[in-house]
């Protein structure tokens, strides 16, 4: 078959592909980004609010720890009140509530900035029909390097 035969082949098919199949197509892609980012944005998040409130209470546990053991004055009475300071300490549970908080709006919020673009392709291939069908084949584009370089590790430069 001669290569002058094939081409009115593929410009068929490619102008019935992108009429109403490319639409279809551009919304599910648009669909699934913004849903695969705010996965990640809320894996993200949780992660980071436990490794926030880890390090918090590593910190907060080693300033309270100082404060129970340095004491200038020789006294039981004070010992003892120091004592049920820090304990009273160790056990109040709101300091990770403010950690954990701090940690899941970090984490989320770095993924989202990180993710702009990506969020940008959705909204407009949710949106706009036009635009949006060029938006699909950016997400097409942007799915197929997703899963040849960092799922297969096509291109990658081997590591030893």
Not at 35 to 43: L, Q
Not at 137 to 151: E, M, N, Q, R, W
């Amino acid at each position: 078959m001669a290569i002058t035969a094939i081409i009115p082949k593929i410009t068929s098919a490619a102008k019935k592909f992108s009429g109403k199949p490319l639409a279809v197509t551009s919304k599910v892609l648009g669909v699934a980004a913004a849903a695969s980012v705010i996965y990640d944005a809320h894996v993200n998040g949780k992660e980071k609010a436990y490794a926030c409130d880890s390090k918090d209470s590593a910190d907060r546990y080693f300033n309270q720890y100082s404060q129970y053991m340095d004491c200038e004055k020789e006294s039981g009475t004070l010992a003892k009140l120091k004592k049920l300071w820090f304990d009273s300490q160790q056990n109040f549970s709101y300091y990770h509530i403010g950690s954990k908080s701090k940690g899941y709006l970090s984490g989320v919020g770095h993924t989202l900035v990180n993710n702009l673009p990506l969020i940008g392709l959705s909204a407009a291939a949710l949106k706009f029909k036009n635009v949006g069908k060029l938006a699909g084949v950016a997400l097409i584009v942007h799915g197929t390097k997703t899963l040849l370089y960092d799922v297969m590790g096509i291109g990658k430069k081997k590591s030893g």
